[in-house]
């Protein structure tokens, strides 16, 4: 079973709110990801937990806070966020961070409205 | 370097019909090349994967072409069925290098009745 679970699905926050988005797996994967994916767009890449420790950054503004409490959970904190962070945040997970072959899976996402 | 070019942007085929998409990279450190789906409000599903040593994978309908040589490969939809009309996207990874995923800038396919 492939499954990240993402919540909530949908999030609706003012540019002064803090709210979390969660990703839940339980596959025994070792690394895990926050995508951000903007309309018609594809997903890029922000962080790549491994190992539960963050090894990837890539150059994401700090009011995105990502935290990975063990090895099945992911959380993407956020606060004083714009408009234009409206956006479709995707976790991902696969068995190891490198390695030939190694599938990524991605959860269903959580939709952000910034307002 | 870290391209890869998808094209086309859109696509429109016919019910039964052969959906084809192509994709191009630079990058020869890319040894494992996936294909996602995207339906409307959901996430990128894995469709199929190849790695660089093999030229064709099938799995049902789908089929990944790769040419090594050319940097190109493809995904053939044999006998498109609506159900098929999504969002293709092609990707490559160095999977030496965080697990990176570099995404071609997806297809939109619709298959018509």
């Known amino acids: 079973d492939t499954e990240v679970t993402q919540t909530p699905k949908h999030l609706v926050m003012g540019m002064t709110n803090k709210k979390s988005l969660k990703c839940e797996q339980h596959?025994?994967?070792?690394?895990m990801y926050w995508y951000k994916q903007k309309a018609k767009k594809p997903p890029e890449l922000m962080f790549v937990y491994s190992y539960e420790k963050l090894s990837i950054n890539e150059s994401v503004p700090s009011r995105f806070s990502p935290e990975c409490p063990n090895s099945s959970l992911l959380n993407l904190h956020l606060h004083a966020l714009q408009p234009e962070d409206s956006a479709l945040y995707l976790c991902a997970s696969s068995q190891e961070p490198t390695g030939i072959g190694n599938t990524i899976y991605f959860g269903e996402g959580s939709w952000l409205t910034v307002v | 370097q870290q391209q890869v070019k998808q094209s086309p942007q859109s696509l429109i085929v016919q019910k039964g019909g052969i959906s084809i998409i192509n994709c191009a990279y630079e990058?020869?450190?890319?040894?494992?090349f996936p294909w996602y789906q995207q339906f409307p409000g959901k996430g990128p599903a894995l469709l199929i994967a190849?790695?660089?040593?093999?030229s064709e994978k099938k799995e049902g309908r789908f089929t990944i072409s790769f040419n090594k040589s050319a940097k190109q490969f493809s995904l053939h939809i044999m006998d498109s069925q609506p159900g098929d009309s999504a969002t293709y996207f092609c990707a490559a990874l160095m999977t030496g290098g965080g697990n990176k995923l570099t995404f071609g800038t997806g297809t939109q396919l619709k298959v018509e009745l």
């Open positions: 596959m025994g994967h070792r690394a």
């Open positions: 190849i790695r660089p040593d093999v």
């Open positions: 990058n020869t450190a890319f040894d494992y």
